[in-house]
């Protein structure tokens, strides 16, 4: 759009176009009017075809719309099944994951499992400008069976979760993310907002005044800037040295959300002023950038009585004209006129006396001190008729927490702890809290966690509310210390933000880990202090999610990519790819150089760099030039290179040759599928994708032995312990003038993915009880493969790399030195670290569990009968679970309980254990899902612990009673249905048959608790009251049971029978066959099969499965195979073994 516009004159020649159309579409020459008419026939006849095809899409598409309004009529309005009826699926992560009290799961919330209307009714909107690419974003590419991945099995990120890495369901339109010229920047924004129709219009008018500095003179005649969507500039002034600086056009690119000022003479080198007036309407459900909430539902003319912003990642553009580049940071002086009940916030402490003025007026106008430079997304506003509370850090910084009345009490530890969190921050940086203010809202509709809006933090409401209990019972207590400990998190994140990312900040959105990784970090240094358990089991657990998930393709990213559009910077807030693996390489950068040397170089990063923006250079730049590990030393920067550019995580192999003492040590990017044994070609042993190559060609080297000179032959710490003393009180880092441009004009470095690092390799032989101990060895592996010697290694000792787990690398072993391994564990399980134990148990499956010798895999997990550690014996829950499941549709799932017996007993006694302790206990809240499962495999193995016939009484008592031991109890009824016959249980298929009238929460259990039953009537009722949800989320919930390890296949074949009575559209939209991406709910639909025969029944429920779908049955039916064949064989054998002589 421009400001100024031509005229646009017919051109003569054109039969096809008639005069007052737009003769821009098409230029020619008035020459061409001269060409043959045939050529003319040609193109009318052309253009009369593609209008009649035009027409005839208009006219598919209302007869389509009108289908599926019919539809939705016959299904009495419950739910709009369409082709977006899987999205409901992205709360996928509700059906897996169980706690112990129900009533705090969303999972019972059936408006929330829906894509129905029931969310209200949409505004109506003009349509939004498409554009199209004639060069697509992503190459397309011909999928394969390698491309198929089945849904992880658990959900859960821990901390990220939390965080703003939970982003809206909606993305940001795609525009392409232009970089701004640097030749003219800006320095400072003077911003006048007018709130004083937010609440009745969603309306804000707005000046802005943008001092502008040109960086020379130039042949440059044009400004560009960010301008969203919603923006309507009114009017428009640019001045140099007071006098006015005239400009031809105005235009928006809205592809790219630009404005573009064409100026009547090139840019000067000096100081410009931009001025612009415009309004904007805010809350806009596509414009996330403000949240609006509704408190007051009486107020019928009331629209909101108060919004937060939240402007990151690229949605200060959508709130004033900027560059909103998170590299260009300016200062900003605020001023806001709003009605006097409400109260108004932003970065900076308001100005005193001109904050009093206008008393008799219903309007006043808050001034607020200038802010330091600092970036765009950083800017925040918060209106809203808040109440206060206040207390300060040891320096004074006074803290604040601002929400509303009603909310006061729930806001207790947020305020007491906040404080502490600041203090030690200040502590361990010695860089002192650079604002004089923090404020903290707890805020209504704040769709993430929390952001770190410099001074003015902003929480979700939930995300920060509790309320402790008034007695001192033990589960109260575990609870209240995980509530505390949760809280504390997300406090301590967003304050970390406030050195990593606010006062340093990254220059471009691809080298977001510099504020992520550290902020996540620094979380888990905090919380160490007063919950060091707890920390540090999440930790690792978060580390097994971040392995499993770069494992897979679909979710292998380099932590340092390219991002060209706003919805792929949105993307790459995931709480594994970014937060968990930003966390895990800046802990793995601290064991190369020590810790004293790491925490030296953060506060000279940090005084160096404050109020700039970096790169991953800068953070080198004060950092240690050389990584210390073993005899040798690596360049720092150029061992963290690969790990922050490769995608996904390298798995390292270590194969021995027992005759000769020889070792060969080889890396790879570590793929899961490589150890899917039923994935291997059919005609030979060779795997669908191709395996690179191990030979000497690719790279490898003979290892020399002259690199163990002076190894390590017991753990020692060679590294400075010694640390300055703390320094209470530190002078805050100076604003020096810098220039901006050059800082600016460095190169943006991504880096290409090259599938190499440099690992740092530690191996350990030997056994405690000897003479010799424990024998570590430390080297570099930069090769694909290296091979060297050990004589000192007996072969009939297991080798461990990685101890402890202190490198984020798989680790695979040739068969017989997993067997020493397992054999180790079954022997005297404390040879081997805790955090080893977990790492074995991890790769063990990820190695073991799908390759030709689940077996090994199998004897492995039992050593868990004698695991006394409860962080370990929570991954071997999580192990066991999956094992169990995988299995038990076959005629081993007896066996194999019987096998797991002893080992779910001792889960249960360190269960029992972990109540003496509150600390203990709460390593179950972590992920509360275990719990469960752990009910599950006790109810599924007998154990007396089960207590079937008792909790199945006191259910039926009172099923509407939601109290402590519910899960217990619907666990319970589960085994007692799936164990008796009809007859023995019919007091129980009596209850629940009347209950399947019944709507939300007691509906979802009692469809659940059905499904366990073998009475057919009752099946089929459910069955049909299942699929007459039209919700894909409540048919994968149904199949993928929370209450129950137990196959029914009377059930899922009624299910299914009735799911293909639903008309050919309907299954078509479930399982997304004409999607070119498998949605989420389609995948675990069809991946919850667990026999061919189950399989079969689907595939005949469409003709037509198209391309990607047809590639995912020929996985599972692969992967059905692959079960039923070593259930029968390898399995079967192990069990009819001597398991003493394995």
Same mark, same amino acid.
């Given at each position: 759009?421009?400001?100024t516009f031509?005229?646009?004159v017919?051109?003569?020649?054109?039969?096809?176009?008639?005069? @007052?159309?737009?003769?821009?579409?098409?230029?020619?020459?008035?020459?061409?009017?001269?060409?043959?008419?045939?050529?003319?026939?040609?193109?009318?006849?052309?253009?009369?075809?593609?209008?009649?095809?035009?027409?005839f899409?208009?006219?598919?598409?209302?007869?389509?719309?009108?289908?599926?309004?019919?539809?939705?009529?016959?299904?009495?309005?419950?739910?709009?099944l369409?082709?977006?009826?899987?999205?409901?699926?992205?709360?996928?992560?509700?059906?897996?994951?169980?706690?112990?009290?129900?009533?705090?799961?969303?999972?019972?919330?059936?408006?929330?499992?829906?894509?129905?209307?029931?969310?209200?009714?949409?505004?109506?909107?003009?349509?939004?400008?498409?554009?199209?690419?004639?060069?697509?974003?992503?190459?397309?590419?011909?999928?394969?069976?390698?491309?198929?991945?089945?849904?992880?099995?658990?959900?859960?990120?821990?901390?990220?979760?939390?965080?703003?890495a939970?982003r809206?369901?909606?993305m940001?339109?795609?525009a392409?993310?232009?970089?701004?010229?640097?030749?003219?920047?800006?320095?400072? *924004?003077?911003?006048?907002?007018?709130?004083?129709?937010?609440?009745?219009?969603l309306?804000?008018?707005?000046?802005i005044?943008?001092?502008?500095?040109?960086?020379?003179?130039?042949?440059?005649?044009?400004? $560009?800037?960010?301008?969203?969507?919603?923006?309507?500039?009114?009017?428009?002034?640019?001045?140099?040295?007071?006098?006015?600086?005239?400009?031809?056009?105005?235009?928006?690119?809205?592809?790219?959300?630009?404005?573009?000022?064409?100026?009547?003479?090139?840019?000067?080198?000096?100081?410009?002023?931009?001025?612009?007036?415009?309004?904007?309407?805010?809350?806009?459900?596509?414009?996330?950038?403000?949240?609006?909430?509704?408190?007051?539902?009486?107020?019928s003319?009331?629209?909101?009585?108060?919004?937060?912003?939240?402007?990151?990642?690229?949605?200060?553009?959508?709130?004033?004209?900027?560059?909103?580049?998170?590299?260009?940071?300016?200062?900003f002086?605020?001023?806001?006129?709003?009605?006097?009940?409400?109260?108004?916030?932003?970065?900076?402490?308001?100005?005193?006396?001109?904050?009093?003025?206008?008393?008799?007026?219903?309007?006043k106008?808050?001034?607020? $001190?200038?802010?330091?430079?600092?970036?765009?997304?950083?800017?925040?506003?918060?209106?809203?008729?808040?109440?206060?509370?206040?207390?300060?850090t040891?320096?004074?910084?006074?803290?604040?927490?601002?929400?509303?009345?009603?909310?006061?009490?729930?806001?207790?530890?947020?305020?007491?702890?906040a404080?502490?969190i600041?203090?030690?921050?200040?502590?361990? #940086?010695?860089?002192? &809290?650079?604002?004089?203010?923090?404020?903290l809202?707890?805020?209504?509709?704040?769709?993430?966690? @929390?952001?770190?809006?410099?001074?003015?933090?902003?929480?979700e409401?939930?995300?920060?509310?509790?309320?402790?209990?008034?007695?001192?019972?033990?589960?109260?207590?575990?609870?209240?210390? *995980?509530?505390?400990?949760?809280?504390?998190?997300l406090?301590?994140?967003?304050?970390?933000h406030?050195?990593?990312?606010?006062?340093?900040?990254?220059?471009?959105?691809?080298?977001?880990?510099?504020?992520?990784?550290?902020?996540?970090?620094?979380?888990?240094?905090?919380?160490?202090?007063?919950?060091?358990?707890?920390?540090?089991?999440?930790?690792?657990?978060?580390?097994?999610?971040?392995?499993?998930?770069?494992?897979?393709?679909?979710?292998?990213?380099?932590?340092?990519?390219? #991002?060209?559009?706003?919805?792929?910077?949105?993307?790459?807030?995931?709480?594994?790819?970014?937060?968990?693996?930003?966390?895990?390489?800046?802990?793995?950068l601290?064991?190369?150089?020590?810790d004293?040397?790491?925490?030296?170089?953060?506060?000279?990063?940090?005084?160096?760099?404050?109020y700039?923006?970096?790169?991953?250079?800068?953070?080198?730049?004060?950092?240690?030039a050389?990584?210390?590990?073993?005899?040798?030393?690596e360049?720092?920067?150029?061992?963290?290179? @690969?790990?922050?550019?490769?995608?996904?995580?390298?798995?390292v192999?270590?194969?021995?040759? &027992?005759?000769?003492?020889?070792?060969?040590?080889?890396?790879?990017k570590?793929?899961?599928?490589e &150890?899917r044994?039923?994935?291997?070609?059919?005609?030979s042993?060779?795997?669908?994708?191709?395996?690179?190559?191990?030979?000497?060609?690719?790279?490898?080297?003979?290892?020399?032995?002259?690199?163990?000179?002076?190894?390590?032959?017991?753990?020692?710490?060679?590294?400075?312990?010694?640390?300055?003393?703390?320094?209470?009180?530190?002078?805050?880092?100076?604003?020096?003038?810098?220039?901006?441009?050059d800082?600016?004009?460095?190169?943006?470095?991504v880096?290409?993915s090259?599938?190499?690092?440099?690992?740092?390799?530690?191996y350990?032989?030997?056994?405690?009880?000897?003479?010799?101990?424990?024998?570590?060895?430390?080297?570099?592996?930069?090769?694909?493969?290296?091979?060297?010697?050990?004589a000192?290694i007996?072969?009939?000792?297991?080798?461990l790399?990685?101890?402890?787990w202190?490198?984020?690398?798989?680790?695979?072993?040739d068969?017989?030195?997993?067997k020493l #391994?397992?054999?180790?564990?079954?022997?005297?399980?404390?040879?081997?670290n805790?955090?080893?134990?977990?790492?074995?148990?991890?790769?063990?499956?990820y190695?073991?569990?799908?390759?030709?010798?689940?077996?090994? *895999?199998? &004897?492995?997990?039992?050593?868990?009968?004698?695991?006394?550690?409860?962080?370990?014996?929570?991954?071997?829950?999580?192990?066991?679970?999956?094992?169990?499941?995988v299995?038990?549709?076959?005629?081993?799932?007896?066996?194999?309980?019987?096998?797991f017996?002893?080992?779910?007993?001792?889960m249960?006694?360190?269960?029992?254990?972990?109540?003496?302790?509150?600390?203990?206990?709460?390593?179950?809240?972590?992920?509360?899902?275990?719990?469960?499962?752990?009910?599950?495999?006790?109810?599924?193995?007998?154990?007396?612990?089960?207590?079937?016939?008792?909790?199945t $009484?006191?259910?039926?008592?009172?099923?509407?009673?939601?109290?402590e031991?519910?899960?217990?109890?619907?666990?319970a009824?589960?085994? $007692?249905?799936?164990?008796?016959?009809?007859?023995?249980?019919?007091?129980?298929?009596?209850?629940?048959?009347?209950r399947?009238?019944?709507?939300?929460?007691?509906?979802?259990?009692?469809?659940?608790?059905?499904?366990?039953?073998?009475?057919?009537?009752?099946?089929?009722?459910?069955?049909?009251?299942?699929?007459?949800?039209k919700?894909?989320?409540?048919?994968?919930?149904?199949?993928?049971?929370?209450?129950?390890?137990?196959?029914?296949?009377?059930?899922?074949?009624?299910?299914?029978?009735?799911?293909?009575?639903?008309?050919t559209?309907?299954?078509?939209?479930?399982?997304?066959?004409?999607?070119?991406?498998?949605l989420?709910?389609?995948?675990?639909?069809?991946?919850?099969?667990?026999?061919i025969d189950?399989l079969?029944?689907?595939?005949?429920?469409?003709?037509?499965?198209?391309?990607?779908?047809? #590639?995912?049955?020929e996985?599972?039916e692969? *992967?059905?195979?692959?079960?039923?064949?070593?259930?029968?064989?390898?399995?079967?054998?192990?069990?009819?073994?001597?398991?003493?002589?394995?």
């Amino acid at each position: 759009m421009s400001v100024t516009f031509k005229s646009m004159v017919p051109i003569e020649g054109e039969p096809c176009i008639r005069n @007052g159309s737009n003769g821009g579409a098409t230029v020619h020459f008035r020459q061409e009017s001269r060409r043959r008419k045939s050529d003319f026939a040609r193109k009318c006849i052309a253009v009369i075809l593609l209008h009649a095809i035009f027409l005839f899409a208009i006219l598919a598409a209302l007869i389509i719309g009108h289908w599926i309004s019919e539809e939705n009529q016959k299904i009495n309005n419950r739910t709009m099944l369409n082709l977006t009826l899987a999205e409901a699926f992205l709360l996928e992560s509700t059906f897996t994951t169980t706690t112990s009290t129900p009533e705090s799961q969303n999972y019972y919330n059936t408006h929330l499992l829906t894509t129905s209307s029931a969310f209200g009714p949409l505004k109506k909107k003009a349509p939004p400008r498409v554009v199209e690419r004639l060069i697509p974003l992503e190459k397309k590419r011909n999928f394969t069976i390698s491309d198929v991945f089945p849904p992880p099995p658990d959900g859960g990120f821990g901390i990220a979760e939390q965080l703003h890495a939970v982003r809206s369901n909606k993305m940001s339109t795609d525009a392409l993310l232009v970089p701004l010229p640097l030749y003219i920047l800006p320095y400072h *924004y003077d911003l006048q907002l007018d709130f004083s129709q937010f609440d009745t219009s969603l309306f804000i008018r707005a000046n802005i005044s943008i001092h502008l500095e040109s960086y020379g003179n130039s042949t440059e005649d044009e400004i $560009q800037f960010h301008l969203g969507p919603n923006i309507k500039i009114e009017r428009m002034r640019l001045r140099k040295d007071g006098k006015k600086f005239y400009a031809k056009t105005f235009k928006r690119e809205e592809s790219k959300k630009l404005g573009r000022i064409s100026l009547r003479d090139p840019l000067q080198k000096g100081k410009y002023i931009l001025e612009m007036s415009y309004n904007m309407t805010i809350c806009d459900e596509d414009i996330d950038g403000v949240r609006c909430s509704l408190d007051n539902q009486n107020n019928s003319s009331l629209k909101s009585t108060s919004f937060t912003t939240k402007f990151e990642p690229t949605l200060a553009r959508a709130f004033f004209p900027c560059w909103d580049e998170p590299g260009v940071k300016a200062t900003f002086n605020i001023s806001v006129r709003h009605n006097k009940k409400y109260t108004v916030l932003s970065n900076m402490p308001p100005i005193e006396q001109l904050h009093l003025m206008n008393w008799n007026d219903q309007f006043k106008t808050t001034v607020f $001190q200038s802010t330091p430079p600092m970036s765009t997304y950083l800017l925040a506003f918060a209106i809203g008729e808040f109440v206060k509370l206040e207390t300060r850090t040891e320096r004074g910084i006074p803290v604040t927490v601002w929400t509303y009345p009603e909310d006061v009490m729930s806001m207790k530890f947020t305020l007491e702890y906040a404080p502490v969190i600041f203090d030690r921050l200040e502590d361990a #940086l010695e860089i002192p &809290y650079p604002l004089p203010k923090v404020d903290l809202i707890a805020a209504r509709n704040f769709h993430v966690g @929390g952001m770190e809006n410099w001074g003015l933090i902003v929480f979700e409401f939930a995300s920060i509310a509790y309320t402790p209990p008034i007695t001192d019972h033990v589960n109260e207590t575990v609870d209240r210390m *995980y509530n505390e400990f949760r809280i504390g998190k997300l406090i301590a994140h967003e304050a970390a933000h406030q050195w990593f990312g606010n006062l340093v900040t990254m220059r471009d959105w691809s080298e977001l880990f510099l504020n992520e990784g550290f902020a996540t970090f620094y979380v888990y240094e905090m919380m160490s202090s007063e919950r060091p358990v707890t920390a540090q089991f999440e930790y690792y657990d978060s580390l097994a999610a971040l392995v499993s998930a770069q494992s897979e393709e679909d979710h292998r990213l380099s932590l340092v990519r390219e #991002l060209a559009t706003e919805s792929q910077v949105e993307l790459s807030f995931h709480p594994t790819n970014l937060y968990t693996k930003g966390c895990v390489l800046i802990r793995m950068l601290r064991d190369l150089v020590s810790d004293f040397d790491f925490k030296a170089a953060v506060r000279r990063y940090l005084r160096k760099n404050a109020y700039r923006s970096v790169s991953r250079d800068d953070l080198f730049a004060s950092l240690p030039a050389y990584a210390d590990h073993g005899a040798e030393q690596e360049k720092l920067n150029f061992v963290l290179e @690969g790990w922050f550019v490769n995608e996904g995580l390298p798995e390292v192999t270590l194969i021995r040759n &027992y005759d000769n003492e020889m070792m060969t040590i080889s890396q790879r990017k570590t793929v899961h599928h490589e &150890y899917r044994s039923f994935l291997k070609d059919r005609k030979s042993t060779a795997t669908v994708r191709y395996r690179a190559s191990r030979s000497a060609e690719d790279g490898s080297t003979l290892f020399d032995d002259t690199l163990f000179e002076g190894y390590i032959e017991r753990k020692k710490d060679k590294r400075r312990k010694h640390r300055p003393a703390r320094r209470k009180v530190a002078n805050p880092p100076d604003i020096s003038p810098i220039s901006r441009r050059d800082e600016l004009r460095k190169p943006r470095r991504v880096g290409s993915s090259q599938d190499l690092w440099t690992i740092p390799i530690t191996y350990m032989f030997g056994s405690l009880k000897t003479s010799e101990g424990q024998v570590i060895r430390e080297f570099w592996l930069k090769n694909r493969t290296v091979s060297f010697g050990d004589a000192e290694i007996s072969p009939n000792q297991a080798v461990l790399v990685n101890p402890e787990w202190k490198y984020p690398y798989r680790v695979n072993y040739d068969l017989l030195n997993w067997k020493l #391994l397992a054999r180790t564990l079954h022997q005297n399980h404390l040879e081997i670290n805790d955090k080893s134990r977990m790492q074995l148990i991890l790769d063990a499956e990820y190695f073991l569990s799908n390759s030709v010798n689940p077996h090994l *895999y199998l &004897y492995l997990l039992g050593y868990l009968a004698h695991e006394s550690k409860m962080e370990v014996m929570l991954f071997g829950i999580d192990a066991v679970y999956r094992f169990i499941d995988v299995f038990k549709a076959t005629q081993l799932n007896k066996a194999i309980l019987i096998y797991f017996e002893p080992v779910i007993s001792q889960m249960d006694h360190l269960l029992n254990e972990s109540q003496v302790d509150a600390e203990t206990a709460s390593l179950w809240l972590v992920r509360p899902e275990r719990l469960a499962k752990l009910y599950q495999m006790r109810c599924a193995a007998g154990l007396p612990s089960c207590k079937n016939d008792y909790y199945t $009484q006191k259910w039926s008592r009172a099923p509407d009673e939601w109290t402590e031991d519910v899960h217990k109890q619907v666990t319970a009824v589960c085994h $007692q249905l799936f164990t008796n016959t009809p007859d023995e249980v019919k007091t129980i298929h009596e209850l629940l048959d009347s209950r399947l009238q019944s709507s939300g929460a007691k509906w979802a259990l009692t469809v659940q608790l059905a499904a366990c039953s073998h009475d057919q009537k009752l099946l089929r009722k459910t069955a049909r009251a299942i699929v007459s949800t039209k919700n894909a989320a409540v048919y994968a919930s149904a199949l993928q049971s929370d209450f129950s390890l137990h196959y029914n296949p009377t059930f899922r074949k009624y299910l299914w029978s009735e799911i293909s009575k639903m008309s050919t559209f309907e299954k078509t939209a479930l399982f997304s066959t004409n999607s070119t991406n498998i949605l989420p709910a389609s995948r675990i639909l069809l991946h919850s099969v667990k026999t061919i025969d189950e399989l079969q029944q689907i595939r005949g429920l469409l003709t037509n499965w198209g391309p990607l779908l047809t #590639l995912h049955f020929e996985y599972l039916e692969r *992967y059905l195979l692959w079960v039923s064949s070593v259930s029968q064989g390898v399995l079967h054998q192990f069990f009819a073994a001597d398991l003493s002589n394995f």
